[in-house]
T-cell receptor, first 115, second 118 residues
Framework: DAGVTQSPTHLIKTRGQQVTLRCSPK?????VSWYQQALGQGPQFIFQ???????QRGNFPDRFSGHQFPNYSSELNVNALLLGDSALYLC??????????????FGPGTRLLVL | AQKITQTQPGMFVQEKEAVTLDCTYD???????LFWYKQPSSGEMIFLIY??????QNATEGRYSLNFQKARKSANLVISASQLGDSAMYFC???????????????FGTGTLLAVQP
């Protein structure tokens, strides 16, 4: 049973560039969430996708956008990168949003460094 | 406002002993979910245990148990018989959307770094 996968594992970009991170959910899961984890902090919710639509968004600027594909995989795009965007980006998948099925399973993350 | 508080930045425990990691939460929703995750230095968040707000019994998963005290709004994680591989950062999290709501966004605490000593 394949877990959540993310690519790439590491990425180095310069300020002003754009980046795309990719995520494949756990088999059978239809909901994908993205989180940003700065060094020494807990993850912060960016947004969540279900049925190819953004269902909820956290307190992140419009430079952060996403997409979900018919196979439930997802992309996170960040435009006009800032130094402060350097973080671990975590993707999580779940099946539904109630009871134990709401449990989110996380991928290994993508470490983004903006220089 | 919904919030998770973990007051222990770091803890030490001897191998084979039990340890309790503290977590308090704040929410006005009658239905919520509480989670504990383990994050080793590799970065991946590993799900440990789930407790629903309407669950009558404390959740258990192997060596992990969740001491759920609803009136005190606490959800402490108990790890029995600690192992060296338990050394990691531990995060308490809460589903921050109402039951039956459109999403299951999680909010996290600041984490507790656990070090297991031989």
């Amino acid at each position: 049973d394949a877990g959540v996968t993310q690519s790439p594992t590491h990425l180095i970009k310069t300020r002003g560039q754009q980046v795309t991170l990719r995520c494949s959910p756990k088999s059978g899961h239809d909901t994908v969430s993205w989180y940003q984890q700065a060094l020494g902090q807990g993850p912060q919710f960016i947004f969540q996708y279900y049925e190819e639509e953004e269902r909820q968004r956290g307190n992140f600027p419009d430079r952060f956008s996403g997409h979900q594909f018919p196979n439930y995989s997802s992309e996170l795009n960040v435009n006009a990168l800032l130094l402060g965007d350097s973080a671990l980006y975590l993707c999580a998948s779940s099946l539904g949003w109630s009871g134990p099925q709401e449990t989110q399973y996380f991928g290994p993350g993508t470490r983004l460094l903006v220089l | 406002a919904q919030k998770i508080t973990q007051t222990q930045p770091g803890m030490f425990v001897q191998e084979k002993e039990a340890v309790t990691l503290d977590c308090t939460y704040d929410t006005s929703d009658p239905s919520y979910g509480l989670f504990w995750y383990k994050q080793p230095s590799s970065g991946e968040m590993i799900f440990l245990i789930y407790q629903g707000s309407y669950d009558q019994q404390n959740a258990t998963e192997g060596r992990y148990s969740l001491n759920f005290q609803k009136a005190r709004k606490s959800a402490n994680l108990v790890i029995s018989a600690s192992q060296l591989g338990d050394s990691a950062m531990y995060f308490c999290a809460m589903r921050a959307s109402p039951y039956g709501g459109a999403t299951n966004k999680l909010i996290f605490g600041t984490g507790t770094l656990l070090a297991v000593q031989p």
